[in-house]
């Protein structure tokens, strides 16, 4: 075992729980909420891109039955396959799907800790703890 992970081992021997909670599995939780928020907002900003993209069309229909100009048909035919592109991107990337995923990562580190201070307080208060993640 190399030199820094034993290091590292005895550390977190010595470490109260509480020490332990604060400087590994808090820092943990955070960054997972901030990847989380993160691929939520990217998904939030590409499905509105593409909500705009659908609504220009409707625009440019309603428009072009009131001046029929070939180029509000090809604009709508633009904004129809950019709309479709922003969706597919979205889909392929899977950006639902990673802040989902952060999002149980954190929620259950979170549960973990609260399960460790529940033990190490006999169990007190430990229902309420449970009853946000219900």
Known sequence: MPFLQVNQVRMLNNM??????????DPCIRRYEDLSHKYHKIHMGLMIACFSC????????????IVPVIWLV??????????????FFDSLNGCLE???SYKHKAESLDY????YKA?????KGFAYR?????
């Open 130 to 134: 449970c009853e946000r993640y219900m």
């Open 74 to 87: 090809l604009a709508s035919i633009v904004c129809t396959l950019g709309g479709l592109f922003l969706f």
């Open 98 to 100: 990673k802040s989902l």
């Open 54 to 65: 659908f609504i220009g069309v409707i625009i440019l229909n309603v428009v072009y039955i």
């Open 16 to 25: 109260s729980a509480d020490d332990y909670i604060t400087s590994q599995v």
């Open 112 to 115: 973990e800790k609260s399960l």
């Open 119 to 123: 033990k190490e307080n006999g169990f």
